[in-house]
């Protein structure tokens, strides 16, 4: 934002939270809505939130706006009418108050830029003095689409300039923002979704971790670490991008429930199905797209005879909801830097990919068109 703006969290300035006016965003991502505290004005919403990527858009007039927070966990980064974005790291039970805009129409955008799987927080939302007109919110974009997968889609600690960090500083150090679905869906000009988890895998996670807590049984839920399912007659996404192969990224354990890697196959399949079944249901017009790595080269049989097999598994599980187009991408030969926390993608490795996941979108424009849409 410009200099001459600036952003305070002086509680003893009242000027808009005595009498204020409360903006309806457009959301992007899944957040539970709710009536916001009881002290709240009158129409306010609580947007609790877990998975990352979420982000809020308004427009309004005046020089003034106003943003309530209950989180100390997340960074957002904040943008009004498209200039440079102010950092809110953790900003805890807060109320901001942006000044100097100046006279006129504002466009202002909230992005969640952090992961928080293990704790929600609260984005009270965008407020403005009585006097000044509220606008209707920015319209949604007319391409949607949606990705599910693990940290390499959370941007996992990609600010980090080590690759050995501390839990915390990993944390501190993601930013989903310069995750490679993020920056697919900007250069396309597409809402988006990233519901995805670090470690996550579709039944069995990173070195089987958190066992029964995998994107199996947590996709269908508006947040994570609660059980109400998501709904949203709004979010028919035209591409759902997945990419999960933390199930086989590690050898299975004593003591965890499948016998061997044919067991785990077998599970890891059945699973898939049930996820298409679920798109299916949300969107039933989607495309799935299945970024895969190329096997062609590998000297493991059992992998490649795994790979052939799985994919042939979705195919016809897909077919078998209704789900008439699905992809299988391969995914680029480059040899990632791997430089971020806990040796993640870099941000140049998350370019690369962005630029070849938006290459092959762009080659592809019917995948835009829903099938019952001539």
Request: hydrophobic letters at 40%; aromatic letters at 8%.
């Amino acid at each position: 934002m410009p200099a001459s703006v600036t952003l305070t969290t002086d509680p003893t300035n009242r000027s808009i939270r005595q009498d204020a006016r409360s903006l309806v965003p457009h959301v992007g991502g899944r957040v539970a809505v709710s009536p916001s505290v009881p002290s709240a004005r009158k129409g306010a919403r609580g947007y609790r939130h877990q998975w990352p990527a979420i982000y809020w858009e308004a427009a309004f007039t005046g020089d003034r706006l106003l943003l309530k927070f209950d989180d100390d966990k997340n960074e957002y980064r904040l943008t009004v009418d498209g200039a440079a974005p102010r950092r809110l790291p953790q900003p805890g039970r807060v109320e901001m108050i942006v000044r100097g805009l100046g006279p006129g129409r504002h466009r202002v955008r909230l992005d969640k830029i952090t992961e928080s799987v293990d704790s929600a927080g609260t984005f009270h939302g965008f407020f403005v003095p009585r006097s000044e007109a509220v606008r209707p919110p920015p319209l949604p974009r007319a391409r949607q689409i949606e990705f599910i997968g693990d940290s390499g889609m959370t941007g996992y600690g990609i600010r980090s300039d080590t690759r050995t960090c501390t839990k915390e500083e990993v944390r501190l150090r993601t930013d989903s923002s310069a995750a490679w679905p993020a920056m697919v869906a900007r250069s396309i000009d597409a809402d988006y979704q990233i519901n995805a988890i670090s470690g996550i895998g579709l039944v069995r996670n990173f070195e089987g971790v958190m066992p029964g807590r995998a994107m199996s049984t947590l996709y269908p839920r508006v947040l994570p670490g609660a059980p109400q399912e998501w709904r949203d007659p709004s979010w028919h996404p035209m591409i759902v991008v997945i990419v999960l192969f933390n199930d086989f990224g590690t050898a299975l354990h004593p003591g965890e429930r499948w016998s061997d890697r044919a067991a785990l196959v077998g599970d890891y399949v059945r699973a898939y199905r049930q996820l298409i079944d679920a798109i299916h249901r949300q969107s039933p017009g989607a495309t799935l797209v299945l970024p895969w790595i190329d096997l062609d080269k590998s000297d493991d049989a059992a992998l490649k005879q795994f790979s052939a097999g799985a994919q042939t598994a979705i195919r016809t599980a897909a077919i078998d909801a209704g789900m008439s187009r699905i992809e299988f991408p391969l995914l680029p030969s480059f040899v990632p830097e791997n430089s971020a926390g806990d040796y993640h993608g870099s941000r140049n490795d998350h370019r690369q990919l962005a630029e070849w996941m938006t290459a092959w979108l762009n080659a592809r424009p019917a995948l835009w068109k829903r099938p019952d849409r001539r």
